[in-house]
């Protein structure tokens, strides 16, 4: 059984940076698609950006363009999301995800193995 954890998570003031990490134990992560996906109280869940194994294009929520960077590590086995001039409404939990088929983000209808999250705060 594949299982996703998240690190990095914390409280940052706005404007500052974070860097999480997604890491597979039990199978493999980097030779998939792998999205992060965040969930803020009272709202759903909002696809934030996502990665491709066939070709490592990338996909990002308009809202974080230009802020956010998604990098696979395939010695490290890890995806990372690289978070700077964060904003109070970036505040969320972060989840990374995959399908464990798909190989392009374009082909992914839904995730089915997730991590637990980790916490990401922006006071103002």
């Known amino acids: 059984q594949v299982q996703l954890v998240e690190s990095g998570g914390g409280l940052v003031q706005a404007g500052g940076s974070l860097r999480l990490s997604c890491q597979a134990f039990?199978?493999?992560?980097?030779?998939?698609?792998v999205g992060w996906i965040r969930q803020a109280p009272g709202k759903e869940r909002e696809a934030v950006s996502c990665?491709?194994?066939?070709?490592?294009?990338?996909w990002y929520l308009d809202s974080v363009k230009g802020r956010f960077t998604i990098i696979r590590d395939y010695a490290k086995k890890t995806v990372y999301l690289q978070m700077n001039s964060l904003k109070p409404e970036d505040t969320a939990v972060y989840f990374c995800a995959t399908d464990r088929v798909s190989t392009s983000c374009g082909t992914v209808i839904d995730y089915n193995t997730w991590g637990l999250g980790t916490q990401v705060t922006v006071s103002s």
């Open positions: 990665v491709s194994s066939s070709d490592d294009s990338t």
């Open positions: 039990g199978g493999p992560l980097v030779d998939y698609a």
